[in-house]
């Protein structure tokens, strides 16, 4: 477990399941998204208001990064949180499209398993929808940003069109976002250390979790350890406004 004088004997974080549907990541700074069979103990110092429900539980991470950033590099840290959920969900296109007509694709999504697995590819595209909605309000935005939200959300139409249409599967529509998800000033400490919208706000995410100086949602936290980098950014609210 890191801490914050910076000593660096901890051991990199390595995500499991309850349902068996994770991902894990190595000790590099650019973690590769793999799914993962296995089921690890939480542990470590994370408080977390419930267990985080998207793709694993979290076992430990070695500290986070409170380095003060300037707007390119807030920017290009959604960016590479963009290009995970990107390469994630290119994945299971590929893979529906592929056995788009398989019985055995449709029989596996109608089991508790299946449907874990697509609320946990509807959660990355939530993260999306997030960061798009701070870059707007927060005027951060950049022609890379834009391309990647855009592509994002072509493939979740087409992954939701083979799902309801081939599978039966109904799938919630994304929340729209709401301007009001956003914290006042005051609240500062409430906003989420990757996306920034209210950590506390229900209608965004029942799961968060505090390390070091700042909360995360859940989901938000998991998709930078195990796609980007096994640091937790803490993005300066203040300095986007």
């Known amino acids: 477990m890191g801490n914050s004088d910076g000593t660096d004997d901890e051991e990199s974080p ?4 309850d349902d ?4 894990s990541a190595s000790a590099d700074e650019t973690a ?3 799914i993962a069979s296995d089921t690890q103990e939480e542990t470590g110092n994370f408080q977390s208001t419930q267990p985080a429900f998207f793709l694993d539980k979290y076992s430990f991470i070695r500290e986070v990064s409170q380095q003060p950033a300037d707007d390119d590099d807030c920017v290009d840290r959604w960016v590479c949180c963009l290009r995970g959920i990107l390469e994630i969900i290119q994945t299971a296109n590929s893979f529906f499209g592929r056995e788009a007509s398989s019985q055995v694709c449709r029989e596996a999504l109608e089991t508790e398993e299946g449907a874990n697995y697509v609320k946990n590819i509807t959660e990355v595209c939530k993260v999306c929808k997030r960061i798009k909605l701070s870059s707007e309000l927060a005027g951060k935005q950049s022609e890379t940003l834009e391309k990647l939200c855009l592509e994002v959300q072509s493939i979740w139409e087409d992954i939701v069109s083979f799902l309801e249409n ?3 599967f109904s799938v919630p529509p994304l929340p ?3 301007a009001k998800w956003m914290p006042n000033l005051d609240e500062s400490s409430k906003a989420c250390g990757i996306c920034l919208l209210h950590v506390d706000n229900p209608e965004i995410t029942a799961s968060k979790l505090t390390y070091g100086a700042r909360e995360y949602h859940a989901p938000c936290a998991n998709l930078w350890v195990n796609c980007v980098s096994s640091l937790l950014p803490a993005i300066p609210y203040p300095d986007l406004l």
């Open 32 to 34: 590769s998204c793999d």
């Open 166 to 168: 081939s599978c039966l």
């Open 176 to 178: 729209a976002g709401n």
């Open 14 to 17: 390595r995500m499991g399941s």
């Open 20 to 23: 068996g549907c994770g991902v």
